[in-house]
C-alpha cells in the first residue's frame, strides 16, 4: 500500500514532466523557445529542478532578483555566501572585451576556464558569432525605489536565451542590431556603469547576459561591497593612478562602484578592491587612471582572444 501512495506521489509529476518534454511543443502548452530550452537541457535538467528554476528565473526576473536582494542576501552566514557565488556569478568586463563579445565573428565552444570564472560550476563560453542580442529591464534597478535610469539595459545574449525573455516578456524586452548593442555599451559606460557577463548553472551551465551595473542599484556590487558575497570576479586588470597628471578632484573616489579608491593628496587604489571595470579610467577628466594588466587578478574574458586560441587547438 505504502509503496502504491509512493509510486502515485513521485509517478504522476515525472510522467507530466516527461510528456511535457516530449510533447509539450505539439500540444501548444508552452512556448516555442521554453521547449528548446528544455530539450537542449535534457531530461536530467527537468528532474534535478534546475529547468523549473531557470523558468521561474526567466520568466519573472524582477522577482525573482528582488527576492534576492532584499531577503536572501542578508542572511546567508559565511558558507551561504560561497555556496551561492558558486552557482551565480558574473566576471567584471571592461568595455573593449564587453563590444568583443557583441562583434564576435567566430564560434567559440569553451568550457572550464577557471582563470577566467574561478567557480566550479556555471564556466562555459558558448558563442556562436555574431551572437542573437536582446534587451531587457534591469531587475535590480526595478528592485530599488529610487532607481536609475534608463531601465532598459540588461543585454541578453545567445540562443535560447534571447528568444525565451522575447517571447515571456514581450513588453519589457525588445531585438537589438549590433549596432545598437554598441551603442548602448557606450552609453552605459558614458555614464559610469559597470559591464559584466554573468553565469548560472540553472541557464544551461553557461553565460547568458551582459549586465550594465550601476552602484547604487546592482545587486551584484552590493553582494560584493556589503554581505562579502564573491558574486563579481576581476576584469584581469587593475586601476593604476598617474601621480603627474591626477588633479586630486574626488571623481574616482565617488564613481568607483568597489569603493577601490581614496583621494587624499592624489587617488590612491586599493588592489584588493580593485575589479578593473575601467569605470574610473572612463570619468577621470584629467586622463590620470589606466587599467593594466595583473596576472594575479585572472584572465580578462576577452573572445577574441579565446576563439583564437580555439581555433589553434583544431
Not at 574561478?118 to 532607481?147: M, N, Q, T
Not at 535560447?160 to 525573455?165: C, E, G, H, R
Not at 519589457?172 to 555599451?185: D, V, W
Not at 562579502?228 to 565617488?254: F, R
Amino acid at each position: 500500500m505504502e509503496g502504491t501512495i509512493v509510486f502515485v506521489v513521485i509517478g504522476i509529476p515525472l510522467t507530466a514532466i516527461l510528456a511535457l518534454w516530449l510533447f509539450g511543443e505539439r500540444w501548444r502548452l508552452i512556448q516555442p523557445s521554453t521547449m528548446r530550452f528544455l530539450r537542449e537541457g535534457g531530461l536530467r535538467r527537468l528532474l534535478n529542478g534546475k529547468a523549473l528554476h531557470a523558468y521561474f528565473y526567466g520568466r519573472w526576473t524582477n522577482q525573482y532578483i528582488s527576492m534576492l536582494i532584499n531577503r536572501i542576501y542578508p542572511k546567508l552566514d559565511e558558507r551561504g555566501r560561497q555556496r551561492w557565488a558558486d552557482h551565480y556569478h558574473g566576471k567584471v568586463l571592461t568595455l573593449e572585451h564587453a563590444k568583443s563579445i557583441i562583434t564576435l565573428n567566430k564560434k567559440i565552444p569553451l568550457r572550464d576556464l577557471e582563470q577566467i570564472i574561478p567557480y566550479p560550476v556555471a564556466r562555459e563560453i558558448l558563442l556562436k558569432g555574431p551572437p542573437d542580442v536582446a534587451v531587457y529591464e534591469c531587475s535590480c534597478r526595478h528592485a530599488r525605489p529610487g532607481h536609475c535610469e534608463p531601465t532598459q539595459v540588461c543585454m541578453i545574449i545567445g540562443q535560447p536565451f534571447v528568444d525565451f525573455v522575447l517571447e515571456h516578456n514581450p513588453r519589457s524586452s525588445r531585438r537589438l542590431t549590433q549596432n545598437e548593442a554598441l551603442a548602448l555599451l557606450e552609453a552605459e559606460h558614458g555614464r559610469g556603469h559597470v559591464h559584466s557577463a554573468w553565469f548560472k548553472d540553472a541557464c544551461l551551465d553557461r553565460f547568458y547576459v551582459i549586465c550594465n551595473c550601476c552602484k547604487c542599484c546592482c545587486g551584484g556590487i552590493e553582494a560584493m561591497t556589503r554581505y562579502g558575497i564573491p558574486l563579481m570576479a576581476s576584469s584581469g586588470y587593475v586601476a593604476q593612478v598617474n601621480n603627474d597628471l591626477c588633479a586630486a578632484c574626488g571623481t574616482c573616489e565617488n564613481i568607483c562602484p568597489f569603493g577601490a579608491v581614496e583621494v587624499e593628496e592624489t587617488a590612491i587604489v586599493n588592489w584588493d578592491a580593485c575589479m578593473g571595470c575601467g569605470v574610473c579610467t572612463g570619468q577621470c577628466a584629467s586622463e590620470a587612471i589606466s587599467l593594466v594588466r595583473d596576472e594575479r587578478k585572472g584572465d580578462p574574458m576577452d573572445v577574441r582572444l579565446l576563439a583564437d586560441a580555439e581555433s589553434a587547438t583544431h
